[in-house]
């Protein structure tokens, strides 16, 4: 079962997007849940994070005060709100659990900032 992201697009230096992802409801509930990026050429990396009660959350230091990671438990999403968003967070984005787990990853969705 793959998690889908969705909400990428090109976007202007200093703009914002919002990227969100729905699960079914026997992965939401019990699993910390991660946004993760990867940039052509790099690695993938986790961005952010949030625990499966939604009182914690976790930030990579590049984009932390300017992502916020949320979770609705009544939709079974999680969402990533981006703002200044530069040119260095141009990278495919991916929602998965936290720790990930390799058939939850899906196709992703990009994220392209630019002038």
């Known amino acids: 079962v793959q998690l889908q992201a969705c909400g990428g697009g090109l976007v202007q230096p200093g703009g914002s997007l919002r990227l969100s992802c729905t699960a079914s409801?026997?992965?939401?509930?019990?699993?910390?849940m991660g946004w993760y990026r990867q940039a052509p050429g790099k690695q993938r990396e986790l961005v952010a994070s949030i625990w499966k009660d939604g009182k914690n959350t976790y930030y990579a230091g590049s984009v932390k005060g300017r992502f916020t990671i949320s979770r609705d438990s009544a939709k079974n999403s999680v969402s990533l709100q981006m703002n200044s968003l530069k040119p260095e967070d141009t990278a495919v984005y991916y929602c998965n659990v936290q720790p990930p787990l390799a058939p939850y990853w899906g196709q992703g969705t990009l994220v392209t900032v630019s002038s």
């Open positions: 409801a026997h992965i939401f509930q019990v699993n910390n």
